[in-house]
């Protein structure tokens, strides 16, 4: 699973930064790490240099093989919260989606025994 950090022009991002989010995202998502080709993460400050409650934004895209891309976003107070939260929304819409998924094989199984 490959694991991409993206940030705006008006976030101040960093080697460490970077390695805090991808450890972050390894160790809540590691159930995930067969099932995904790569997860992009997006970080900005929405307010730019202005102050401001729940101006950090971090947008997270996982991509599953062979599926359409899932996307979450959590805005916050601070950098970690807002990783925090959307790597917890992204597990959850993860757990949804193969849970779909899962579904979907055993309603098919049940309905053709033979196939």
């Not at 008006?10 to 989010?21: G, K, M």
């Not at 599926?67 to 992204?90: E, F, M, N, R, Y």
Request: charged content about 30%; overall charge negative.
């Amino acid at each position: 699973m490959q694991i991409q950090v993206n940030s705006s022009n008006d976030f101040e991002s960093n080697a460490r930064l970077d390695q805090w989010v991808r450890s972050t995202l390894q160790s809540s998502l590691e159930r995930y790490e067969e099932d995904l080709t790569r997860i992009e993460v997006h970080l900005r400050d929405e307010n730019g240099a202005k102050p401001g409650p729940h101006d950090k934004r971090c947008q997270m895209e996982a991509r599953p093989k062979g599926h359409q891309p899932i996307s979450v976003t959590h805005t916050a107070t601070s950098v970690d919260q807002a990783v925090d939260g959307a790597a917890t929304k992204l597990n959850h819409a993860l757990e949804h989606f193969y849970g779909k998924l899962r579904s979907k094989r055993v309603a098919l199984e049940l309905s053709d025994p033979e196939a």
